[in-house]
């Protein structure tokens, strides 16, 4: 079984990636994919009637919101959302983002564009029909 995107479907920032990264970048785009299916199948909706265009770009999205590649940091890890210079004991720290756990999720929008919307509230009427109150 094959991912719905490629590692060029997510754009030019990731065409450079080689080696590990790139391994782990193919292996996220076959996670989202797993993760796309399943959420079709727990919907109990048929997978094959999904646009693969749409399929596609919700699997790109997952990857690079797990994945940032951001290509003007220098010796800066992937994730890092401010970083901290010392000159004291030479430290040096890091604020990783949300994707920096490299976890991929499904958010609201992308199960928008998928048709999965999570159900709508309703309500149940308890009383019996033709029921008043004395």
């Known amino acids: 079984m094959s991912a719905f995107a490629t ?5 030019s920032k990731w065409a450079h990636l080689t080696g590990v ?4 970048v193919n292996q996220g785009l076959g996670e989202a994919t ?17 646009d693969p265009e749409i399929l ?15 290509s003007s940091a220098v010796n800066i890890p992937a994730g890092v959302e401010t970083t901290q210079v010392g ?7 890091f604020k990783f983002s949300g994707g920096a756990s490299r976890r991929l999720w499904i958010g609201p929008d992308e199960m928008k564009l998928l048709g999965l ?18």
């Open 7 to 11: 590692v060029q479907d997510l754009g």
């Open 21 to 24: 990264e790139l391994d782990d």
């Open 34 to 50: 797993l993760m796309i299916r399943q959420a079709f199948k727990n919907a109990g909706r048929d997978i094959t009637s999904a």
């Open 56 to 70: 596609k770009l919700v699997c790109a999205r997952m990857v690079r919101n797990a994945f940032p590649q951001d």
């Open 87 to 93: 000159v004291g004991p030479f430290q040096r720290s």
């Open 117 to 134: 919307q999570a159900k709508k509230m309703f309500s149940l009427d308890m009383l019996p029909e033709g029921w008043t109150a004395p």
